[in-house]
């Protein structure tokens, strides 16, 4: 069983190093569905990988130049008061709801499933936008609506240990259209090493990691967060895009069903 846990995190660390995507909407679901780890154990134990797995790939994304740190800084302002906040109401209010978690479920299957349009549509995307500039957000609106869209990701991933990547690369290429897909993926991976460190803290603080699983995932993570972020860069663009859609379409399956 220790074999298969090192195997996932090194397939999951590759997904996440090329794209930004499959931490926790991957993981969670593999942990909970395939291991019959208890989804509370699943949500803490996958945010403390995350926050490891994402500060390695962090490392190699800078310097492979690939992040771009003023949108970093925008969306961690709203996401780590948020996280703070979603750990204190898992504190002093318990856990959600079963109709409640799956309402959340659906609404990011949607939303990732948005993000396949985009990325598929995205030359279509551009071409629109240059044609309509009026229509994208530009200074102080956008830099609002990130910090916006920070709030919404640090409140989901505490929760559910989802999103920090898939809705956080929707909400680049929607926000961003213009930025590279390795951009994206370094970016995606670099305001979520606070983010998911937070909410670890937090999961920690309700005792609900477990350490040994987690020594498991890293031993294959680390090497394949890093492969991947070496590789995003070298990759395509194009080819680099198909990859993300397919990801991001699995993920929003493994949500739904």
Known sequence: MTLTYIFSGFAVGTLVGLTGVGGGSLMTPLLTLLFGVSPSVAVGTDLAFASITKATGTFTHRLRGTVEWRVVR?????????????????????????????????????????????????????????????????????????IAAGLLLGTLVTISSIGAGAIGATLLVMLYPRMSAAHIAGTDIAYAVPLTAIAAFGHWWLGSIDWALLGALLLGSMPGITLGSMAARAVPEKFLRGILATTLTLVATKLIL
């Open 74 to 146: 925008l969306l961690c302002y709203g996401a780590l008061p948020a996280a703070l906040v979603a750990t204190l109401g898992l504190k002093y209010i318990g856990s959600l709801n079963r109709e409640i978690g799956q309402i959340i479920r659906y609404s990011i299957a949607i939303s990732v499933m948005l993000t396949v349009i985009a990325l598929l549509f995205k030359s279509k995307m551009l071409d629109w936008l240059n044609r309509h500039p009026e229509k994208q957000l530009h200074g102080h609106k956008l830099d609002i609506a990130t």
